[in-house]
């Protein structure tokens, strides 16, 4: 009999995981050596058991692994030599193939005897009772046979069949991959486990997937298997913890394998490494970073100096009094000088506050309610001593259905923000002969049952080139618009991506370009009462 914990690594193992509880028939057959008939049945499944109680398959009826039969004693009636000659050839075909090779076969298999009686091999010639079935054959080792039985009268629609194939290539994959029943892992091939530092698939297998997800992305994959429909694959990145602690970004593809009605569906993850990609990204974006902030220092430190100046002048004018021997009270002067001082330090608060938000740790994929108007107000804000250096301005048109509490990363959303305005303030600054405009629209649309929410950030300056156009969003590209500063427009495409949404820019060449930013959300609805 087949060892469970070994062959969870290699073809049979994987064969046995989906097929267990499909509903489809199934059988593992283990060939004999010395060129005979005879196979050892290594497994069935439930299905399978039921099916052989109603068609004979064999010269006898199946009582339990480990059984022997002879394979080719018995064939469907008819012309029994030809059909014979079929069976053998298409039997032969798949074993002179490499592991992993399927093939099938259409056969008629006949009822058993309501009398429960043996027949007399003889006497099958002439029956009718015979049902037309295709027979898929896999060769999962070198002499084991997986055997998958379909109805051809009443196909199933079963996925099954048409995708056994490419399933069984996932455990000699260079990539990771994994499979689930609802959060459980039900198999992992070996690239997955040395991914995450294991020795043995017993290490993950009847666990649940959480168990090894990094915590702050526990609710990005619940969500992501929660949400996922049969016809559908989805692609997200996942950080993962090893075995020693260490974290692993994996990017996942999930798709649903489909094993039939009323069945529950397994899950498909290929699972590919992008830890050193990401560790470029974020070395990438803190440099950005901190040129950026460069650039902010020292519009900060002009927005600083002015109030400054106010609270300098206001405690000299209450140090005077004081000097004087004047009573300060609420009625007096110097008592709305001191109030001046205190609106003043808010208003330093306000603008220090601004440039730490924008200089905090930007990888938090939490998703908070974010009140996205207030994220542009910063934005702007945050930016205004550059939109005064280029005698920009924002004009802003925020529609009513826009929510104030949509689920969103809101430090990388402002960040993404923060970027994409800045581009636009670069490019309408070397623009002579027109008023220098950016306008950034926020608008949400609702259909079948899905949310979006949509900004579009437009601005009249130089454009973009067409040659350059289609390398706006590449890795260390930089562009007219965005030489000296900025976080980078692929920084801003991976966090739109990481949000599942998407970003596209249109330009005319000398005159406009307008990024659209579209953001899938959930929107809570408010209860009626």
Same mark, same amino acid.
């Not at 379909?150 to 995708?163: C, D, H, P, Q, V």
């Given at each position: ?216 992305? &526990?609710? /990005?994959? =619940? ?6 429909? *049969?016809? !559908?694959?989805?692609?997200? #990145? $996942? ?82 009094? &004081?000097? /004087?021997? =004047? ?6 002067? *110097?008592? !709305?000088?001191?109030?001046? #001082? $205190? ?187």
């Amino acid at each position: 009999m087949v060892d469970v914990e070994k062959e969870n690594s290699n073809l049979v193992g994987i064969f046995k995981t989906v097929v267990d509880n499909i509903a489809l028939p199934v059988l593992i057959l283990k060939l004999k050596h010395g060129g005979s008939n005879e196979a050892e049945i290594l497994y069935f499944n439930s299905t399978f058991k039921e099916f052989s109680k109603q068609y004979i398959l064999f010269p006898k009826k199946i009582s339990k692994i480990g059984d022997s039969y002879e394979l080719f004693k018995l064939r469907a009636p008819g012309n029994k030599m030809r059909k014979l000659s079929t069976v053998l050839n298409g039997f032969n075909q798949v074993f002179q193939e490499g592991i992993g090779f399927s093939n099938s076969m259409n056969l008629n298999l006949i009822k058993q005897p309501l009398n429960g009686k043996e027949m007399d091999i003889k006497s099958l010639e002439n029956i009718d009772n015979q049902t037309p079935y295709q027979l898929t054959l896999i060769k999962l080792a070198e002499d084991i046979l997986g055997i998958v039985y379909e109805n051809m009268l009443r196909k199933t629609g079963n996925a099954f069949t048409l995708n056994i194939a490419n399933l069984l290539n996932l455990s000699t994959s260079t990539q990771g991959a994994f499979m689930l029943k609802g959060n459980r892992i039900t198999y992992a091939n070996v690239r997955f486990i040395e991914m995450l530092g294991f020795n043995k698939p017993s290490d993950l297998i009847e666990h649940d997937i959480e168990e090894f997800v990094s915590e702050q992305d &526990i609710s /990005e994959i =619940e969500g992501k298997l929660e949400h996922l429909s *049969e016809n !559908e694959t989805v692609e997200t #990145i $996942i950080r993962f913890t090893k075995n020693e602690g260490s974290i692993i970004w994996l990017r996942l593809n999930i798709g649903v394998f489909n094993l039939g009605k009323d069945m529950v569906n397994s899950i498909v993850c290929n699972a590919v490494d992008i830890t050193e990609q990401k560790r470029t990204e974020l070395t990438l974006f803190q440099t950005h970073r901190m040129a950026s902030i460069g650039e902010l220092s020292s519009g900060v430190a002009h927005e600083i100096n002015n109030p400054l100046f106010g609270i300098m002048n206001y405690a000299g004018l209450v140090k005077d009094a &004081i000097d /004087e021997g =004047e009573t300060i009270t609420k009625d007096s002067d *110097e008592y !709305e000088f001191i109030t001046g #001082i $205190i609106e003043e330090s808010e208003r330093i608060s306000n603008i220090v506050n601004n440039l730490s938000e924008f200089s905090r740790n930007s990888d938090d994929r939490e998703f908070d309610a974010t009140d996205l108007e207030d994220i542009i107000d910063k934005v702007e804000g945050v930016l205004g001593h550059r939109l005064k250096r280029a005698k920009a301005t924002i004009e802003k048109e925020i529609k009513e259905n826009v929510p104030k509490n949509i689920p969103l990363q809101k430090q990388r959303i402002r960040t993404a923000l923060f970027n994409i305005v800045l581009n636009s303030i670069q490019a309408v600054n070397p623009v002579k002969g027109r008023d220098h405009k950016i306008k950034i629209t926020l608008d949400l649309e609702e259909k079948s049952g899905s949310s979006c929410v949509i900004i579009k950030v437009w601005d009249n300056g130089i454009g973009i080139e067409d040659d350059k156009l289609v390398k706006v969003f590449d890795p260390f590209y930089t562009s007219n618009r965005s030489q000296k500063t900025g976080l980078g427009l692929h920084t801003v495409y991976q966090i739109i991506k990481d949000h599942n949404g998407d970003i596209r820019v249109s330009t005319k060449f000398g005159q406009w370009t307008e990024f659209t930013i579209r953001l899938p959300v959930k929107i809570a609805k408010s209860k009626k009462k």
